[in-house]
């Protein structure tokens, strides 16, 4: 007969497989996030409060907080997706590319299109015959919000509910109730970790895109956009910089091979502050070094693709954290 404990971690070795396979990661991490605001921010209220007064001012927080962290990902989406978002930066990546075809030999250049006008023709007769499914990603989308309100009322919910009393809860519940608060100690850790390294990234990359280069006389086109795809991939973590790294390479590389090769010495000299930086405060709080959160991204989109290797960093801290409390590491 299994243990409760046993059982919990039965029933967590179960649920990590499920978000992933249903595509309801950014519900559980969005509710994570209001779960650890809320809580942080619950703990700086007075101790003289009365229990009502506790409670009205824990609603407040969590109904602050969900606000916020909404407001953020929706801005965050309507960037992405709104004018000088994505999109347009995706085409001036497509001519940049039309750029360097130029330098191409013969047989290399014939397999690229003749010109940005025909790239973009393709684009089109390609978004026409799949017209379906980008509809149905329209709907995944506005599922996906969806999900992702839920998971943050949950999280707001299960963070007041953690300031009650624990001790009654039948013998299952309390043991799920300790895999769930190692699994929002990893994401604290991880996820709000990686979060600094990459505001402190995306701070140095905005330096010198908005104001070293143009101290010089060059200004790159779609800042606003490089910038913002600096942070949001950033908070993935190694793999995250490589994507934005190589976007501004390839656009300062589309200006001139000087400019490219300029973006591409800062670029290094950032990356290896950040690999430091990253192995002191991600690694430092995890205990992980970097080839090990690697090895983890690696084995998790293998099996899951890009949703385990986002998931990867949490849920390696969360299993170290789990060992570490049993003495086995």
């Known amino acids: ?14 649920a990590i497989p499920l978000v ?52 953020v990902i929706f801005a965050i989406w309507s960037l992405l997706h709104g004018q000088n978002g994505m999109a347009d930066l995706l085409l001036a990546v497509a001519e940049t590319l039309e750029k360097i075809k130029r330098t191409l030999p013969s047989d290399l250049a014939a397999t690229m299109p003749e010109s940005i006008n025909e790239l973009r023709d393709q684009l089109g007769l390609i978004l026409h015959e799949n017209s379906h499914r980008i509809s149905a990603a329209g709907m995944a989308g506005i599922k996906t919000f969806a ?11 299960t963070a007041v509910h953690h300031f009650g009393d624990t001790g009654a809860w039948p013998p299952l519940t309390s043991e799920l109730h300790s895999r769930a608060k190692a699994l929002t100690g990893a994401f604290d850790k991880v996820v709000f970790a990686q979060i600094k390294i990459s505001a402190l990234n995306t701070a140095l990359t905005a330096v010198y895109l908005l104001v070293l280069l143009p101290l010089f006389g060059v200004h790159i086109p779609l800042v606003s956009a490089l910038v913002l795809l600096t942070f949001v991939a950033g908070i993935i973590p190694v793999i995250g910089n490589l994507v934005s790294n190589f976007a501004i390479v390839l656009i300062s590389l589309g200006m001139s091979p000087g400019i490219g090769a300029a973006s591409l010495v800062f670029l290094i000299v950032i990356h290896k502050l950040e690999y430091f930086t990253n192995a002191r405060i991600v690694g430092g709080e995890v205990h992980a070094r970097a080839w090990e959160l ?3 991204m690696l084995f998790m989109e293998a099996i899951f693709g890009m949703a385990g290797m986002i998931a990867a960093p949490v849920v390696y801290g969360w299993i170290k954290a789990e060992l570490s409390a049993n003495e086995m590491i």
């Not at 007969?1 to 179960?14: E, N």
């Not at 999900?147 to 919910?157: A, K, N, P, R």
């Open 1 to 14: 007969m299994p243990t409760p404990m046993m059982m919990s971690y039965i029933l967590t070795a179960c």
């Open 20 to 71: 992933l396979h249903y595509h309801l990661l950014p519900a559980v991490f969005a509710g994570l996030a209001v779960h650890v605001l809320t809580i942080k921010l619950a703990r700086k209220l007075p101790s003289h409060l009365s229990r009502n007064a506790q409670v009205v001012a824990l609603a407040l927080i969590m109904a602050s907080v969900i606000s916020v962290v909404f407001g």
């Open 147 to 157: 999900h992702i309100l839920f998971g943050m009322i949950i999280g707001g919910m």
């Open 294 to 296: 690697l090895c983890a």
